[in-house]
């Protein structure tokens, strides 16, 4: 077959795949132990992993994965909410149900005023970070119509603590003069999932309008790269096709982004396939992804790209979110609506919404059960607010530098949320956990925890956002 593009290479990929047996013992533990060295796995490794099936096998797996996140993130799980703008769009693809062709949706682009309606709402839950997330097709505004979005959300004070801090945005690929005018809207992570890295599925998948073009897609992220845009967000729709060769697309994809531009992608996204209204494939997936393939699949991706952020969406049902978190994700969204107004307007129809989620908790709900579970819930901005991005925030986190910011933020930031938001259950939880967490890094690290109580004091007299 030919190769769709010069860097996803599926001659490369079946061919590994087709080498790959799965491994002994003795093969495990070797490449057990190059993860633990975090600087990655080669793609024959990977490949290896990927094969195995057997329970003790897959636990040693678990294991590792465990200790990489711990050891690199912490007990730490940032949280966003996606706030969906508009669900226009010009496109048809077959999994998705603001497709072009489903004519139940009723189609809606908010209005500016009603985007800060919504913003509003998620910041008095307690939320500082937004996905922006739209339909490849805007209003007569056209692009500017979400540069205005992603203004209208920072500009909204409400409460307390009141703003978004950070707004990360989901939405169809772009020129490179165009992410440079995104940028200078103030963004942080642009993503964009290709969705399937399978070239014939891909074309299968990708029925009418500007999507059906694999290369603009795969393309996109370097794009936004040559843009200035340095916190570029990728993802893979489990469900569409073999999830082999899609995890080994990926690492083409993070190979070739890291060679060309000196850094990979900042995150990585593992949506599967979930109900959505006016879609057959999804109500049945091809190559559907069983809960034990999904969690092996959370955990190899924390050993292949132990630096690389993994993102849990509210698709996944709490049971999975939880049994996950430990095997490397590092962010998860939480109280999401997946259709335009729906936070405003509490909008739980299934007809309406993208797609079907699992996890329908509040946002307080989520972070009594992390508190609960001993994860420090955080809202911290402030790697791209202080200019640690891209290769910079690499640079410090390689060393293991960024975790004695990252965990006083994390602290700080929770500490900001029990005081403006939480339920007072939940404000007694985490006060009591976050005396904990004090006491235990004051053991290893007094520095540390020195600088995590002088930011806490801080909140506790009045004063907010506070980073370092
Ligand atoms: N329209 C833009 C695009 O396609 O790139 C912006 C993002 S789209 C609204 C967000 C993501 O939702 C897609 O990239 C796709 O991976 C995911 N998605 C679509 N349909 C889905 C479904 N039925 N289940 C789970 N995720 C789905
Ligand atoms: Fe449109 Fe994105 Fe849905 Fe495709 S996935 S139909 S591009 S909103």
């Not at 290896?48 to 711990?70: C, G, H």
């Not at 979400?146 to 009141?162: I, L, N, P, T």
């Amino acid at each position: 077959m030919t190769n769709a593009t010069s860097f996803i290479d599926h001659d490369r990929i079946n061919s590994t795949l087709a080498a790959a047996k799965t491994p002994s013992q003795a093969q495990l533990s070797e490449i057990l132990a190059r993860a633990l060295e975090l600087k990655g796995l080669s793609t024959s490794q990977i490949a290896q992993l990927l094969q195995v099936t057997d329970p003790d096998q897959l636990n040693s797996i678990f294991d590792t994965a465990r200790q990489v996140k711990t050891g690199i993130y912490g007990q730490r799980l940032v949280l966003f909410a996606p706030l969906y703008i508009s669900n226009l769009c010009a496109n048809d693809c077959a999994y998705c149900a603001f497709r072009i062709r489903n004519k139940k949706l009723k189609r809606r682009a908010l209005r500016q005023d009603e985007i800060r309606r919504e913003v509003e709402v998620l910041i008095n839950e307690g939320h500082k970070r937004i996905l922006l997330v739209a339909g490849e097709s805007y209003p007569a505004q056209g692009l500017q119509y979400v540069f205005d979005a992603v203004d209208s959300v920072y500009s909204v004070k409400s409460g307390k603590s009141g703003s978004i801090r950070r707004v990360n945005v989901n939405i169809a690929p772009l020129s490179v003069e165009e992410f440079k005018a995104l940028k200078a809207h103030n963004i942080g992570t642009y993503q964009i999932f290709q969705e399937t890295y399978h070239l014939p599925t891909y074309q299968k998948m990708h029925l009418a309008g500007p999507k059906k073009d694999y290369v603009w897609r795969v393309e996109a992220p370097d794009r936004a790269m040559q843009a200035g845009i340095d916190d570029v967000g990728v993802g893979i729709l489990f469900g569409l096709y073999d999830y082999k060769f899609e995890i080994l697309g990926l690492m083409e994809h993070i190979a070739h982004l890291e060679s060309r531009y000196g850094v990979g992608p900042h995150t990585v996204s593992v949506p599967r396939l979930e109900p959505a209204c006016g879609s057959d494939v999804s109500a049945s997936p091809p190559y559907p992804v069983d809960d034990t393939t999904f969690k092996k699949i959370v955990a190899i991706l924390r050993l292949a790209v132990p630096y690389t952020g993994i993102i849990m969406s509210t698709r996944e049902t709490a049971r999975i979110r939880r049994e996950t978190f430990a095997l490397g994700v590092s962010q998860l969204s939480a109280s999401s609506r997946t259709n335009p107004g729906g936070y405003s307007e509490n909008d739980r129809d299934f007809d309406q919404a993208q797609f079907s989620l699992g996890d329908h908790r509040s946002l307080d709900e989520v972070i009594a059960d992390l508190a609960q579970m001993g994860y420090i819930p955080s809202f911290c901005t402030a790697c791209y607010r202080l200019g640690r991005t891209g290769d910079h925030f690499m640079e410090l986190a390689k060393p293991g530098q960024i975790k004695f910011m990252c965990d006083p933020n994390a602290l700080a930031t929770f500490t900001e949320y029990l005081l403006d938001y939480a339920t007072p259950a939940t404000r007694d939880l985490g006060t009591k956990m976050i005396s904990e967490k004090l006491t235990q890094i004051a053991q290893t690290n007094p520095q540390m925890a020195q600088s995590a109580q002088k930011m806490i004091t801080e909140i506790e007299s009045g004063k907010r956002d506070v980073y370092i």
